[in-house]
């Protein structure tokens, strides 16, 4: 069934179950159960990102919008109306299921770059939304107040609880994935990335595969941001900003996006950079991000997970 092997994904597991355990016996890395937190939000997003971008060939540079949406759909639904955080979450993912159908049917019908501009639009236009509508979003000073998330009487009120719940909720959407992956369904889509053309020749709805992926990918990155809000209580506009969607693109361009395992090791990777290290350069933050994408694009285009494959080329050459 699945072509990440078994053994491997239980191995991935363990080490994803035990590493609060080991961090906090080690000092020097005990803050990074919480950065491990966001490398699992950032996975939701990237895991959808691949399959639309990697195996269905179709370009996003607004999928931040997606993320904000579901952020905010929540923390507008606890704040202002009091309703439960679980609930609101999956009012969340269907606010952006409906918007990334009424997007993606005309938007989708565009082709590469067209593609491309036409979502980036999208993604200006609602970080737009959430910057000037201080009534219902606080605009840019963002809303406060918003609350943890529990299930009867376990509350999700510790970084280790919190992360628990961020990766079951991670490999549930892998499994789910590559399940999707390894089907007629999946098989549809790299032959839709290969020729749009040819798939449609061999009785493929094109349009609806497209519609349906774009849809599922908004879904992830929707759940993605009800986590982010619920996890810190706090959110504003500018992280849901052209900048982040672009960062999204480098993490599954550094990964691999062909390769569903790509997009949880460009979200670890991007994330420890991002929150451990780039920092201290501060304005040259950008220009790195930057050097990365185009190293990259030019040297590893298949990403890291496809550095053993060109190791044994060069080895057999």
């Given at each position: 069934m699945l072509h990440l092997r078994k053994f491997p994904l239980f191995v991935f597991a363990l080490a994803v179950i035990a590493f609060p355990w080991i961090a906090r016996g080690i000092p020097a890395i005990s803050n990074y159960t919480d950065l491990m937190i966001f490398v699992g939000i950032y996975s939701l997003i990237t895991m959808g990102l691949s399959l639309l971008m990697g195996y269905a060939g179709q370009i996003s540079l607004g999928h931040a919008a997606f993320y904000g949406i579901g952020a905010y759909t929540s923390a507008i639904l606890t704040t202002r109306f009091g309703w439960n955080p679980w609930p609101c979450m999956?009012?969340?993912?269907?606010?952006?299921?409906?918007?990334?159908?009424?997007?993606?049917?005309?938007?989708?019908?565009?082709?590469?770059?067209?593609?491309?501009?036409?979502?980036?639009?999208?993604?200006?236009?609602?970080?737009?939304?959430?910057?000037?509508?201080?009534?219902?979003?606080?605009?840019?000073?963002?809303?406060?107040?918003?609350?943890?998330?529990?299930?009867?009487?376990?509350?999700?009120?510790?970084?280790?609880?919190?992360?628990?719940?961020?990766w079951f909720l991670v490999f549930a959407a892998l499994l789910f994935t590559i399940n999707i992956i390894e089907s007629r369904y999946g098989r549809a889509l790299r032959a839709i990335h290969a020729s749009e053309t040819a798939a449609a020749s061999t009785g493929i709805n094109v349009s609806g595969y497209k519609l349906v992926v774009f849809v599922y990918s908004a879904v992830l990155a929707a759940l993605a941001g009800s986590l982010y809000a619920h996890y810190l209580n706090f959110i504003n506009p500018s992280t849901f900003d052209l900048f982040f969607s672009i960062k999204l693109l480098i993490m599954i361009a550094l990964g691999g996006m062909h390769d569903i395992r790509g997009a949880i090791i460009g979200a670890f990777l991007i994330t420890f950079l991002g929150y451990e290290w780039l920092h201290y350069f501060e304005d040259l933050e950008v220009v790195i991000y930057g050097a990365i994408l185009l190293l990259i694009t030019i040297f590893l285009p298949a990403g890291l997970v496809g550095v053993p494959n060109l190791v044994s080329g060069w080895i057999r050459r």
């Open positions: 999956v009012l969340g993912m269907l606010m952006a299921a409906g918007v990334a159908l009424v997007v993606g049917a005309p938007s989708l019908k565009l082709r590469g770059h067209y593609l491309a501009m036409a979502t980036l639009a999208f993604g200006i236009i609602v970080y737009i939304v959430f910057n000037e509508e201080t009534e219902w979003t606080g605009g840019p000073d963002g809303m406060i107040g918003i609350p943890g998330l529990s299930i009867l009487r376990l509350d999700f009120n510790s970084i280790e609880k919190y992360y628990y719940l961020v």
